[in-house]
């Protein structure tokens, strides 16, 4: 699917997430993730404020 991309996965043992296009309207368009649930994904805004309250960048910062 050309609105789909896959991103990880094979031998670089990055956990597979895919992005897709859900749906286009207008100038706006709507993003879908499909991700293992152990991996984090949250909105930069929501991801700085969770850097903050570590004291420095989450990517240190092993989640569970």
């Known amino acids: ?3 789909t991309i ?3 996965g094979g031998d670089s043992g990055v956990p597979v997430i895919v992005v897709s296009v859900v ?3 207008g100038d706006k368009v709507r993003i879908g993730l499909d991700a293992p649930t152990e991996v984090p994904i949250h909105r930069l805004e929501v991801y700085n404020v969770i850097e903050q309250a570590y004291g420095r960048p ?3 910062v092993k989640m569970k």
């Open 1 to 3: 699917n050309p609105s």
């Open 6 to 8: 896959v991103i990880g």
């Open 23 to 25: 749906e286009v309207r």
């Open 58 to 60: 989450l990517l240190e």
